[in-house]
């Protein structure tokens, strides 16, 4: 028996299919707990999604800018391809044990089949670095809020307290610093 890339894609199928089922038999919590949950948090799960809805469009949108950036025109995929290959990815993510790098493979592979592999790897290369520095941002940011908060009285600093966000300023500085000089070196 010939492995075509369309067998190779039926076995992953049915692999992820026999994992879900098996994750659905092993869950800790039984689907009454989980129903209950569901309808605890009411109406308020519609704009919950609609708020990750609009996540993952600003994500393809962003990762479209990026693509077209990268080929150096417009790039021949649509958004709507971009943003199920975003919700994909991210399930993907999501799902695998090594938590944040299932996805991009995926990506990759199907992202090729619209544009050459090249510009495939570099813009999810690239796509996967501007989120990670977009983390960065937050946690940096998030610091000054904390101190503006405090300077208020609403939240403590004390010593475990400021030297926990020395430290994780330092660490976003020294990142920012790596990611220049990759993007002058790119």
């Known amino acids: 028996m010939k492995w075509t890339k369309q067998r190779l894609n039926n076995l992953f199928f049915f692999l992820g299919c026999a994992a879900v089922v098996v994750m659905l038999l092993t869950f800790d919590v039984s689907f009454i707990e989980l129903w209950e949950h569901i309808c605890h948090a009411g109406y308020w799960l519609i704009p919950i999604i609609g708020i990750w809805v609009v996540v993952y469009a600003l994500n393809a949108l962003a990762w479209k800018a990026m693509i077209e950036g990268n080929i150096g025109r417009k790039a021949p995929i ?7 290959l975003t919700i994909t990815g991210y399930a993907l993510n999501y799902a695998t044990p090594v938590g944040g790098l299932g996805g991009e493979p995926y990506r990759i592979m199907e992202l090729s089949k619209d544009i050459d592999k090249e510009h495939a790897t570099s813009s999810v290369i690239l796509y996967a670095m501007m989120h990670f520095f977009a983390h960065f941002w937050f946690w940096f940011l998030s610091i000054f809020i904390y101190l503006a908060l405090a300077a208020a009285g609403d939240l403590p ?30």
């Open 157 to 186: 600093i004390t010593p475990v307290i400021g030297t926990t966000l020395g430290i994780i300023v330092v660490f976003c500085l020294f990142f920012f610093y790596l990611f220049s000089r990759g993007y002058k070196n790119g």
């Open 78 to 84: 649509s958004f709507w391809r971009l943003f199920q």
